[in-house]
Each structure stands twice: as C-alpha cells, then as structure tokens.
C-alpha cells in the first residue's frame, strides 16, 4: 500500500517506496541527525504449528523484526487477533496471546492494546511502534556495490512448514525450525550496528531473493548470490525434493525469474531455498566486505548460523539483476 502524500510528507524519512520492512517518521518536523525517529510496521500470519502458544510466540517475532531491519528497537505493540470463536475454544485464542505476550516480554516490547475480528480462519500478529536515531537507520536505498551480503539466520522456514503440516517432519526438523522463527532478531542488529552495515532487510515472505530484489532495485545495484552458501534448516533440502514446496514459494520464483541470472551448475532446489517464503526469518545484512569476517564472528557467537551468502555490485544495465552461482 502506498503511503498518501501530504503536509507531512518532509517528516517521512522511509516510506513504501522500495517495500522497506516498515515506515520510518520524524518525532517533529526538522529533527537533528542524531534524534530518535519512530518506526511503524504491522504484520499479520496464519498457523504454521499446531500449539497455540508457539504460534502467537512466532507471530510477536515476525513482526517485530521489521523493526529490527530498519536498525531500529520496537517499543509498544498492539495485538491484531482473527479468531473464529464458532468454532474454537476461547483457550485457543488465550494461548495465542500469552505466546505472544512471552515472545514481547522477551524483546522488552510492551503490549498496551489491540483489536479482535471474528473471522473464519485463524490469524494473529502485532502492529509495532519502535524508534532509531535518524543517522542510524537501515533501508533498501543504503547498500553500496562492492558490500558483501551476510545472512544471519537458516532458510527453509516455508518449507518445513509445509512438512509439519503434512505431518511429514521429524520432530528435530520442527524443533530447529520452531526455535529459529522464535529467536528474535534483536540482539543480530545490535551486533550489526558494531560494524559497517549500511543496509538490511529481514527475509520473511518474499524469500531471500524477494528481499534482496527490493535492495538492488532500492540502491540502484546488482547483487550476486552463492547459493553453496545458503545456510539451510535440518531437512529443508529433503522436503524440497520431495516436493513439499508451499504456494507462495513457487509464486516467488516465478515472480523473480525475470530478474535471475542462473549457472549451468546451479542446483534447482537451492534455488528453491532462496525463494522460499520465510516466517520469521533472518537479517540480510550489507557490510563492507573488510567487515564482514568479524560480523559473522559476533553473530555465531550469539548462536546464529551466520554466513556471506552473496556480494553487491554496479548496475550493468538499466534493469536490476541477481545472479545465482553454485561455487564447486
């Protein structure tokens, strides 16, 4: 959704422009550099696990993450619940709601409110206030070519989800992922704002590739991706080959092919991976690539499966370009 021009538009320093993870606007007209700014997101998910509890605590860690890819800290949480209460327990939606007040609690955020909607699928997320000082922010318009690209956390969310579903996953498979989705990204961005990050965007529904679309499109650069690299969840690649690819993976894919550059060598379910819609994903972090070593360090000393997935370089045509390689 576009954001509506107006008296105040002087004061919104990100808007939706290049589909950044969320908005960033000025406390006051005209404030200095080094003031705070507020970061405004919502995000709302349907189940990806069965427990009620883990699900709100996944969905609290999603959307606050938004706030975490703009470099910033989220604050105050609203909780967004859709909830059909003819045909669940209210217990179900009580569970809903203490996983994600946990995961807030966590996070230091505060829930002050919120709005319930009687609808017939069950959905929950927040609406997140946070705040960044003005010279720190992180959007999709602040990479440089010759950055390398750092990921923080495993893909294959989508997928695996997709096999608890189908009941098809191995309880260590759901277990790795559920702890994933509900490690917060917090602690990553504060790691990252120690070295020479200019730019950031969380992987969640558009996939790596998505997500990594909106910054070379945002900055003006082309990027290239090692897909050898990707650090993968337990058993993500088994379930894509078997096929256990959610709709919104293969809408990605399809949506990127345009844009892809592919290696003959290139293995098709990696690719797969990096268009895997994510939950509750990692950040993709952009670093001066004399940086990016001791980044990767500080982030696995947090327990992250960090790695350098990729690298960032000059446009070489009027159009945006990702190309995918497989290093042998």
């Known amino acids: 959704m576009s954001a509506s021009p107006g008296a105040r538009a002087p004061d919104i320093l ?43 605590a996944i969905a609290a860690t999603n959307a606050a993450s938004d706030v975490y890819a703009m470099g910033g800290r989220p604050l105050f949480a609203l909780n967004l619940a859709f909830f059909p209460d003819d045909q669940l327990p209210l217990e179900v939606l009580r569970a809903i709601l203490r996983g994600g007040a946990r995961a807030c609690e966590r996070m230091g955020i505060a829930v002050v409110g919120g709005h319930t909607v009687r609808d017939g699928d069950v959905k929950f997320g927040l609406s997140v206030t946070g705040e960044v000082a003005v010279n720190r922010i992180w959007s999709n318009r602040s990479a440089r070519p010759g950055q390398a690209l750092v990921l923080t956390k495993a893909l294959g969310t989508g997928i695996i989800g997709t096999a608890i579903k189908q009941e098809a996953a191995g309880a260590a498979e759901a277990e790795a992922a559920i702890a994933s989705m509900t490690t917060p990204n917090g602690p990553a961005t504060e790691v990252a704002h120690r070295h020479r990050v200019t730019a950031c965007t969380d992987v969640t529904g558009f996939g790596l590739l998505g997500h990594l679309r909106n910054i070379v499109r945002g900055s003006g650069v082309d990027a290239v991706i090692d897909l050898g690299a990707l650090p993968l969840l337990p058993g993500a690649l088994a379930h894509a080959a078997a096929g256990r690819i959610p709709g919104g993976s293969k809408a990605n894919l399809a949506f990127l092919e345009p844009m892809l550059v592919h290696a003959a060598e290139n293995d098709p379910l990696l690719v797969t991976l990096a268009t895997d819609a994510q939950t509750s994903g990692g950040l993709l972090l952009c670093v001066d690539p004399a940086d990016a070593d001791a980044l990767i360090t500080d982030l696995r000393d947090l327990g992250l499966p960090a790695a350098r997935v990729g690298a960032l370089r000059e446009r070489a045509s009027a159009e945006p370009r990702i190309e995918l390689r497989q290093a042998r």
Do not use: H, K, N
Request: aromatic residues 6%; negative net charge.
């Open 14 to 56: 990100v808007g939706s422009d290049y589909a950044d993870d969320a908005a960033v606007v000025r406390f006051a007209p005209g404030a200095a550099a080094d003031e705070r700014a507020l970061v405004l997101t919502t995000d709302v998910i349907a189940p990806l696990v069965d427990d009620a509890e883990t699900f709100g």
